[in-house]
């Protein structure tokens, strides 16, 4: 399959065709049009006929998708037919071929028409390759036409320059003529070396919305033909006519070759001829163009529409054609393919089907319309397009309309009705594929949607910060539904606020905000539903000028409700020229309904966490007090989301000048009940205290005020004392431990005893007997009090008890009272992997060292 040395490669182009029948036509419409475009009509014949015959034997034997590539040689052209599962048989003889069996005949017919052919096999793919010698010298015909008059010819009133760029594979300018300076305005030296985005003013181009391709994806395709804007040196754009082919060297090297014209000298370089000139292609256009059309790939809508109207308009030789396609509902037709007229703002507009004026409204049969001047409404899409006259043809499928296929011209009465018959019959060729291909668009619209949905839903739960919410919303909307977003919440004084601005560049938001900030905040209004919003568009010329895109895009606004009260607006937009489309609007309203739901949610919670969290903090102690010669530390913490206060709680208060009381105690359960009771615990115990009351009385009492809470009553575990200072420096408690775990001592030999004896619990009889017991702490001694949160810490079948929490105080000997503490709970952290499901106080009272 290896050239001869001194052939060079100078196109190459592959298409891959699906194992079914009409692929064996699409491979012979792909070969018949690479060949013509590359001027080798003489060979097209033969070609066609190899092509034919070995796509249909892959395709029937292989049973597996097949590659076909034409490879142009500076004197030949090579077709490549490639398939995966080879049999690895050799092919027959020549001399033995049966002119009855159907098998083989393809490599029959390159064995005898073509200059060279070839089999080759690897591990994975068989290749049958054929090679045709183009003519030398003399002259082929690709584009002809008759002798015209003078007067009709294209005009020019300067000498027409054609710039030739070439250009490598990172798009580097590698070749520019002297044509090519003068149109841009630079030399060769200043030229060689730029990329050739930098040389076209793109932003200011609409007319490249005929291919819907960005620049750099345009430069990608293997020929292209159109008009844009190129940058000139003195910064102006100036409009031209350009033909970009793709090339490789030898070296397999891609590069591209630029041709370009002043736009007034289109006709130099158009591979197509214009109406007025009778000019036509060799060979024309044909109806069974249109077998091929859908290709081996099964491309998209858009791609099968925009494939659709570039062969309608070479077919009628038109200067532009149109597809609209029906909506969902099938109540209006949407723009979803244009070439030739350079109205990027048309694509997605909608047209009503019914309401609309004349016979492009019903558009039930193939219309021609002479002169589009005189009919206004005739096609409302081509208005203001230079359009002189057009044709139209009815998409149906089992007898509904579901698009309409138009072509349209310059010139007035440039068709007839032989041209409307054709392009009927093209339109009812492809009208079922259309149909298929919508469909399943529109189901992949669907699944998208609801994924989106359930994805945006996911993640708008996830969160109950405000903020967070906020900006989630935003940043869920761009850039799957919009360029930017904003989101204006309603303030305490019912004023929208802009609290959230998004853009897909984010180097934009800062100026997006400043806009917004400028302007009327969009007003609320009760009924669902997208609105227009003019807001941008009222910053005046100016504002216009310096921020086009952001003011003259399309803008809508959606009203956030929840729970039946607007709680702001959802404000979506585009860039300049970009509509939405309904679908998108449709999907953003069911969306903004999740986002009023989750920022609704995420404030209630915030308000309820906030008022929560305020009630518990008034329930913990204010700031300890300080007993002289004593060091107190405390640990606590409580179980569960949020909490700052559960069932656990404590306190250290002054009762008297030389007397203090303490307490730790842990009610029964966890949240806000438990949090209650102990509120009543702790105000209890000190206003008893500083009535002069003993510590059983003090305890008794507090036992009458838990039952009389009644259904919301808890029993309570408690240890409460009173200390005083013993004149040695010493300190001595009178303490009740009423159902709590017992105090521990640390002598500072390090023995550990536990002090006092359990006595009954509060909060389950009505009376209870309860005695104070003495406990004289001694210099260097430390009490260690907890609740049964740090005795119960458990992990599998192990708990860690109070001869665990001995052991860890026995390790604490001349430790500070906040050293002591921190091991304590240090060790209850580690004691287990999981955290811990119930509340923890740890209180460490130190007697100070003479």
Same mark, same amino acid.
């Given at each position: 399959?290896?050239?001869? &040395?001194?052939?060079?490669?100078?196109?190459?182009?592959?298409?891959?065709?699906?194992?079914?029948?009409?692929?064996?036509?699409?491979?012979? +419409?792909?070969?018949?049009?690479?060949?013509?475009?590359?001027?080798?009509?003489?060979?097209?014949?033969?070609?066609?006929?190899?092509?034919?015959?070995?796509?249909?034997?892959?395709?029937?034997?292989?049973?597996?998708?097949?590659?076909?590539?034409?490879?142009?040689?500076?004197?030949?052209?090579?077709?490549?037919?490639?398939?995966?599962?080879?049999?690895? !048989?050799?092919?027959?003889?020549?001399?033995?071929?049966?002119?009855?069996?159907?098998?083989?005949?393809?490599?029959?017919?390159?064995?005898?028409?073509?200059? #060279?052919?070839?089999?080759?096999?690897?591990?994975?793919?068989?290749?049958?390759?054929?090679?045709? $010698?183009?003519? $030398? %010298?003399?002259?082929?015909?690709? *584009?002809?036409?008759?002798?015209?008059?003078?007067?009709?010819?294209?005009?020019?009133?300067? &000498?027409? @320059?054609?710039?030739?760029?070439?250009?490598?594979?990172?798009?580097?300018?590698?070749?520019?003529?002297?044509?090519?300076?003068?149109?841009?305005?630079?030399?060769?030296?200043?030229?060689?070396?730029?990329?050739?985005?930098? /040389?076209?003013?793109?932003?200011?181009?609409?007319?490249?919305?005929?291919?819907?391709?960005?620049?750099?994806?345009?430069? !990608?395709?293997?020929?292209?033909?159109?008009?844009?804007?190129?940058?000139?040196?003195?910064?102006?754009?100036?409009?031209?006519?350009?033909?970009?082919?793709?090339?490789?060297?030898?070296?397999?090297?891609?590069?591209?070759?630029?041709?370009?014209?002043?736009?007034?000298?289109?006709?130099?370089?158009?591979?197509?001829?214009? #109406?007025?000139?009778?000019?036509?292609?060799?060979?024309?256009?044909?109806?069974?163009?249109?077998?091929?059309?859908?290709?081996?790939?099964?491309?998209?809508?858009?791609?099968?529409?925009?494939?659709?109207?570039?062969?309608?308009?070479?077919?009628?030789?038109?200067?532009?054609?149109?597809?609209?396609?029906?909506?969902?509902?099938?109540?209006?037709?949407?723009?979803?393919?244009?070439?030739?007229?350079?109205?990027?703002?048309?694509?997605?507009?909608?047209?009503?089907?019914?309401?609309?004026?004349?016979?492009?409204?019903?558009?039930?049969? =193939?219309?021609?319309?002479?002169?589009?001047?005189?009919?206004?409404?005739?096609?409302?899409?081509?208005?203001?397009?230079?359009?002189? +006259?057009?044709?139209?043809?009815?998409?149906?499928?089992? %007898?509904?309309?579901?698009?309409?296929?138009?072509?349209?011209?310059?010139?007035?009465?440039?068709?007839?009705?032989?041209?409307?018959? @054709?392009?009927?019959?093209?339109?009812?060729?492809?009208? /079922?594929?259309?149909?298929?291909?919508?469909?399943?668009?529109?189901?992949?619209?669907?699944?998208?949607?609801?994924?989106?949905?359930?994805?945006?839903?996911?993640?708008?739960?996830?969160?109950?910060?405000? !903020?967070?919410? *906020?900006?989630?919303?935003?940043?869920?909307?761009?850039? @799957?539904?919009?360029?930017?977003?904003?989101?204006?919440?309603?303030?305490?004084?019912?004023?929208?606020?802009?609290?959230?601005?998004?853009?897909?560049?984010?180097?934009?938001?800062? !100026?997006?905000?400043?806009?917004?900030?400028?302007?009327?905040?969009?007003?609320?209004? &009760?009924? =669902?539903?997208?609105?227009?919003?003019?807001?941008?568009?009222?910053?005046?010329?100016?504002?216009?000028?310096?921020?086009?895109?952001?003011?003259?895009?399309?803008?809508?606004? /959606?009203?956030?409700?929840?729970?039946?009260?607007?709680?702001?607006?959802?404000?979506?937009?585009?860039?300049?020229?970009?509509?939405?489309?309904?679908?998108?609007?449709?999907?953003?309203?069911?969306?903004?309904?999740?986002?009023?739901?989750?920022?609704?949610?995420?404030?209630?919670?915030?308000?309820?966490?906030?008022?929560?969290?305020?009630?518990?903090?008034?329930?913990?102690?204010?700031?300890?007090?300080?007993?002289?010669?004593?060091?107190?530390?405390?640990?606590?913490?409580?179980?569960?989301?949020?909490?700052?206060?559960?069932?656990?709680?404590?306190?250290?208060?002054?009762?008297?000048?030389?007397?203090?009381?303490?307490?730790?105690?842990?009610?029964?359960?966890? %949240?806000?009940?438990?949090?209650?009771?102990?509120?009543?615990?702790?105000?209890?115990? @000190?206003?008893?205290?500083?009535?002069?009351?003993?510590?059983?009385?003090?305890?008794?009492?507090?036992?009458?005020?838990?039952?009389?809470?009644?259904?919301?009553?808890?029993?309570?575990?408690?240890?409460?004392?009173?200390?005083?200072?013993? $004149?040695?420096?010493?300190?001595?408690?009178?303490?009740?431990?009423?159902?709590?775990? *017992? &105090?521990?001592?640390?002598?500072?030999?390090?023995?550990?005893?536990?002090?006092?004896?359990?006595?009954?619990?509060?909060?389950? /009889?009505?009376?209870?007997?309860?005695?104070?017991? +003495?406990?004289?702490?001694?210099?260097?001694?430390?009490?260690?009090?907890?609740?049964?949160?740090?005795?119960?810490?458990?992990?599998?079948?192990?708990?860690?008890?109070?001869?665990?929490?001995?052991?860890?105080?026995?390790?604490?000997?001349?430790?500070?009272?906040?050293?002591?503490?921190?091991?304590?709970?240090?060790?209850?952290?580690?004691?287990?992997?999981?955290?811990?499901?119930?509340?923890?106080?740890?209180?460490?009272?130190?007697?100070?060292?003479?």
């Amino acid at each position: 399959m290896d050239p001869e &040395p001194d052939m060079v490669v100078t196109a190459k182009v592959s298409a891959t065709f699906a194992p079914e029948g009409r692929s064996v036509a699409a491979a012979r +419409s792909f070969v018949r049009q690479t060949l013509t475009d590359w001027d080798a009509v003489v060979v097209v014949d033969d070609a066609v006929l190899l092509v034919s015959e070995l796509v249909t034997n892959a395709i029937v034997h292989a049973g597996t998708a097949t590659e076909v590539s034409c490879v142009r040689y500076d004197s030949a052209v090579q077709i490549e037919v490639v398939d995966r599962y080879p049999t690895r !048989e050799l092919p027959a003889p020549v001399g033995a071929f049966d002119s009855d069996d159907e098998s083989g005949r393809g490599l029959f017919l390159s064995a005898s028409i073509a200059s #060279a052919w070839g089999v080759e096999y690897t591990k994975s793919v068989k290749q049958v390759w054929f090679r045709l $010698d183009l003519p $030398d %010298g003399g002259s082929t015909t690709s *584009l002809a036409g008759p002798t015209l008059p003078t007067h009709v010819l294209p005009g020019a009133d300067t &000498p027409v @320059r054609v710039a030739v760029v070439h250009a490598d594979v990172h798009q580097r300018v590698t070749h520019w003529n002297v044509d090519a300076a003068d149109l841009f305005g630079r030399s060769a030296h200043e030229a060689v070396g730029m990329r050739l985005s930098d /040389l076209v003013d793109w932003p200011h181009t609409p007319d490249i919305s005929d291919t819907d391709l960005p620049f750099a994806a345009m430069l !990608e395709l293997s020929r292209w033909q159109g008009m844009y804007d190129i940058r000139h040196a003195e910064g102006r754009p100036v409009r031209v006519f350009a033909s970009h082919v793709r090339l490789r060297d030898a070296s397999d090297n891609p590069s591209l070759v630029l041709l370009a014209v002043p736009a007034r000298a289109r006709a130099v370089l158009e591979n197509r001829a214009a #109406a007025a000139a009778g000019r036509t292609l060799i060979p024309p256009p044909t109806d069974s163009e249109w077998d091929g059309l859908e290709g081996t790939t099964r491309p998209g809508l858009d791609e099968l529409l925009q494939r659709a109207i570039e062969r309608a308009r070479d077919l009628l030789d038109g200067d532009a054609a149109f597809v609209l396609i029906a909506t969902d509902d099938e109540s209006e037709m949407e723009v979803r393919a244009t070439t030739g007229l350079g109205a990027a703002q048309q694509r997605h507009a909608r047209v009503p089907v019914e309401t609309s004026i004349g016979r492009f409204g019903t558009v039930r049969m =193939p219309a021609v319309h002479d002169d589009l001047e005189a009919e206004q409404d005739a096609v409302p899409l081509l208005t203001g397009t230079g359009m002189g +006259s057009a044709v139209t043809a009815p998409l149906k499928v089992e %007898g509904r309309l579901t698009g309409t296929l138009g072509v349209a011209s310059e010139d007035r009465g440039h068709f007839d009705n032989d041209a409307a018959a @054709r392009l009927q019959r093209a339109a009812d060729r492809i009208s /079922l594929s259309v149909e298929s291909a919508r469909l399943s668009e529109l189901e992949r619209v669907r699944r998208g949607s609801l994924s989106f949905l359930a994805e945006a839903s996911d993640l708008l739960a996830g969160t109950l910060d405000p !903020e967070m919410t *906020l900006a989630m919303v935003a940043q869920i909307v761009v850039p @799957r539904l919009a360029t930017w977003c904003a989101v204006h919440t309603i303030g305490e004084a019912h004023d929208p606020v802009l609290s959230c601005v998004w853009h897909t560049d984010e180097s934009r938001i800062d !100026e997006l905000r400043g806009l917004l900030e400028q302007t009327e905040a969009p007003r609320a209004h &009760p009924t =669902p539903g997208a609105r227009a919003w003019p807001g941008l568009r009222r910053l005046g010329a100016e504002a216009a000028a310096q921020h086009e895109d952001l003011v003259t895009g399309d803008v809508v606004a /959606l009203p956030l409700v929840a729970r039946g009260r607007g709680i702001g607006m959802l404000t979506l937009g585009n860039g300049a020229g970009q509509r939405f489309r309904r679908e998108t609007l449709e999907l953003a309203e069911d969306l903004s309904r999740r986002a009023a739901l989750a920022m609704d949610n995420a404030r209630l919670y915030s308000e309820r966490s906030a008022t929560s969290q305020a009630l518990q903090r008034s329930l913990l102690p204010p700031e300890l007090p300080r007993v002289p010669g004593l060091d107190v530390e405390v640990v606590y913490q409580a179980s569960g989301e949020s909490n700052e206060v559960g069932g656990d709680f404590y306190d250290l208060f002054a009762i008297a000048p030389d007397l203090w009381g303490f307490a730790i105690g842990d009610v029964c359960g966890t %949240g806000p009940e438990a949090a209650a009771v102990t509120g009543l615990a702790r105000q209890a115990l @000190r206003l008893l205290a500083r009535e002069g009351m003993p510590v059983p009385a003090v305890l008794q009492r507090l036992n009458a005020a838990i039952l009389d809470e009644g259904p919301r009553s808890r029993f309570l575990t408690l240890l409460h004392g009173h200390i005083t200072v013993r $004149d040695d420096g010493g300190m001595r408690l009178n303490l009740v431990s009423a159902g709590h775990p *017992l &105090p521990l001592r640390l002598r500072p030999d390090g023995v550990v005893e536990q002090v006092a004896t359990p006595q009954p619990l509060l909060g389950v /009889l009505d009376e209870v007997d309860l005695v104070a017991e +003495s406990v004289d702490l001694d210099p260097g001694d430390v009490l260690l009090c907890v609740t049964d949160g740090v005795t119960e810490r458990r992990e599998a079948g192990r708990m860690l008890g109070e001869d665990g929490l001995a052991a860890v105080l026995a390790g604490c000997a001349g430790l500070t009272a906040g050293a002591v503490a921190a091991r304590v709970h240090r060790a209850v952290e580690t004691f287990a992997a999981e955290p811990a499901r119930d509340d923890m106080a740890i209180l460490v009272l130190r007697v100070a060292e003479a």
